[in-house]
């Protein structure tokens, strides 16, 4: 197929070298072209390599027990502050449009804001302990 596609050059003088010479560059051209892939033995040695950036099971279960924990606390305040919180840390409202939100004042979400980060606060401090 390469002889067809190519160029005409002329008469070839030497059949036999000539075929030979293209089998050689081909075979030169499919050594190159496979040393650039991995073998199925290099990825996996580079997969190994590389963390998994998701958590283990034991960090996951970590994590579901401090959710809980702070779900229980907002749960545990009252309804004004547990809105705020919700609004602001949840759904990434300001503190603007949460008040605007609730219809309270810009000072009054600040307010119910700094109790809460109070009260998590607190709750960290006596798990260190």
Known sequence: MRLKGSEDHGAVQNPGAYL???AVNI????QRRNSRLLSGDDIDE???EVE????G???SA???SELETVLTLLERMPERRRAVA????????TQSEAARRLGVSLRT?????????????AYLAAEKK
């Open 57 to 59: 099971p034991a960090r």
């Open 46 to 48: 580079l997969l190994e």
């Open 27 to 30: 075979a030169v051209d499919v």
């Open 109 to 121: 979400v600040e307010y119910e804001l700094q109790r809460v980060h109070e009260r998590l606060d």
């Open 62 to 64: 970590e994590i579901r």
């Open 20 to 22: 030979s010479r293209m």
């Open 86 to 93: 919700l609004l602001v840390h949840a759904e990434g409202l």
């Open 52 to 55: 998994d950036p998701a958590p």
